[in-house]
Every structure is written in structure tokens, then in C-alpha cells.
């Protein structure tokens, strides 16, 4: 079983994963589940990237938490902004790594054209980052980054009724492990909405999941992201 830690400029470490991200189920068309990402030019102006709704309501009942996420991209990075309407926010974790999916949490899966890994960024109000990568969700490599909040430029702050998250995704970093990678046709993804240790605990998706048990892990159930 492929498990252990990837640190940016340092020696890999072997070491256990953390199980990050548990997860989700509701109605909704997977088939459909189609989203292209803006390519920009300079500063982001987020009130005209076209947003995604994080609204699939899993294995728990509907307590009334939302969530939405933007992408776009320049050539340098794909930018992610993702935001909750959620009341009692959970947020305890600040060390990388940390299973943040107990707390509020907002998620990104993504996987690339004909590779059967793929990425997790999982963040928490208090911007702290678990990142792993792999093909399933009991064999998945930790990836740290001392400088791992400027590096992704993560960006969290609490809004009127909620939170948001900003952050970056270098494509230097994507060319870590695929060297020749380019943004460029479509991605495989779904973004979530969890909080296992919050005052209700939920599990929301972009695309559908159908399984019987929490499970944000099934790449199987990813929609389509495509760059235009």
C-alpha cells in the first residue's frame, strides 16, 4: 500500500496517512455535472467567474448548509475560490495535515486526463491546508510544503453568513508529478462540503454520489472541469 509523506526539497518521509475527507448523497445528474473554468488576464474580478453549487445533501439530513466554488486560470495557476453559508462553524485544526474534515471544511478533488491519481485539498476556516494524492482513499501519499500558505497563497475570512476560502494551485506544482502537464481540456473533480465534528454534522458534493456510506474518495463520481 503506497502511504507516506511528500515534503517539497526534503528527503520523502514513510509515514502513515491521514484519513482526510469522509463524505456525501442526493439527488441530482451526475451525466450533467459539467463546469468550465474561466482563463484570465491579470487581477480576478470573482463576481464574473461563473460559480458551481456544492447543494447535494448526503447521508445526513438537510440542515440548511450550502456551499459554492469558482475556478479560472492564467498560465501560471488555477485559482480556487469556494465559500459556505453555514452558522456554527467548526474550526479547531491549524497544524497541515490535520483532519480538518472534522471542522467546516470546504474540499477540492481533481484528477488529470489518463492518470488514476488524484489531487485533495481540504481546508478548514482557519486556512489550514491536508493535501494528499493518490487513487483511493486508503492508499494516498501526504504532501507538505513548509511554506505551504504562501506557496497556495491560501486566503480564508469569515463572511456575513459564513466563510470563504481563496487559494492557488501552481502548475509547477501539478508538473511535480506530471512534468508535461499543461492547463488545457478537461479535468475530472467534484467539490465538497463536510464537517463530521460540527454542531450538525453534513456532507454536501457538486455531483452526486451514490453510495451508501460517507465517501468523498470515489473518483468515480467525479464531474468534468474544462478549461476554455
Known amino acids: 500500500m503506497r502511504r507516506g509523506i511528500f515534503v517539497f526539497m526534503i528527503m520523502p518521509v514513510v509515514a502513515g496517512a491521514v484519513a482526510c475527507g469522509s463524505m456525501s448523497?442526493?439527488?441530482?445528474?451526475?451525466?450533467?455535472?459539467?463546469?468550465?473554468?474561466?482563463?484570465?488576464?491579470?487581477?480576478?474580478?470573482?463576481?464574473?467567474?461563473?460559480?458551481?453549487s456544492i447543494d447535494k445533501v448526503l447521508w445526513t439530513e438537510d440542515y440548511g448548509i450550502r456551499a459554492r466554488g469558482q475556478l479560472c486560470y492564467d498560465d501560471e495557476n488555477l485559482y480556487v475560490h469556494m465559500s459556505a453559508s453555514e452558522k456554527d462553524i467548526r474550526a479547531e485544526y491549524t497544524e497541515p495535515l490535520s483532519p480538518v474534515h472534522e471542522d467546516s471544511?470546504?474540499?477540492?478533488?481533481?484528477?488529470?486526463?489518463?492518470?488514476?491519481?488524484?489531487?485533495?485539498?481540504?481546508?478548514?476556516?482557519?486556512?489550514?491546508?491536508?493535501?494528499q494524492f493518490g487513487p483511493e482513499k486508503t492508499d494516498r501519499i501526504d504532501i507538505v510544503r513548509r511554506d505551504g500558505a504562501e506557496y497556495f497563497d491560501i486566503r480564508s475570512?469569515?463572511?456575513?453568513?459564513?466563510?470563504?476560502?481563496?487559494?492557488?494551485?501552481?502548475?509547477?506544482?501539478?508538473?511535480?508529478?506530471?512534468?508535461d502537464y499543461h492547463f488545457g481540456g478537461e479535468?475530472?473533480?467534484?467539490?465538497y462540503k463536510c464537517g463530521d465534528k460540527t454542531e450538525n454534522k453534513h456532507y454536501l458534493?457538486?455531483?452526486?454520489?451514490?453510495?451508501?456510506?460517507?465517501?468523498?474518495?470515489?473518483?468515480?463520481?467525479?464531474?468534468?472541469?474544462?478549461?476554455?
Open 25 to 52: 448523497s442526493a439527488d441530482g445528474d451526475q451525466e450533467a455535472a459539467v463546469y468550465t473554468i474561466t482563463k484570465v488576464n491579470g487581477e480576478i474580478d470573482w463576481d464574473n467567474i461563473p460559480a458551481l
Open 105 to 131: 471544511c470546504l474540499e477540492f478533488f481533481f484528477m488529470l486526463p489518463g492518470s488514476d491519481d488524484y489531487f485533495n485539498f481540504e481546508i478548514n476556516p482557519n486556512g489550514c491546508l491536508c493535501l
Open 157 to 179: 475570512d469569515r463572511t456575513a453568513d459564513g466563510w470563504e476560502i481563496f487559494y492557488r494551485i501552481p502548475l509547477k506544482f501539478i508538473q511535480l508529478f506530471y512534468p
Open 187 to 191: 479535468i475530472s473533480a467534484n467539490m
Open 205 to 228: 458534493s457538486w455531483t452526486q454520489i451514490d453510495l451508501d456510506k460517507p465517501n468523498f474518495h470515489c473518483p468515480e463520481f467525479f464531474g468534468k472541469m474544462r478549461f476554455d
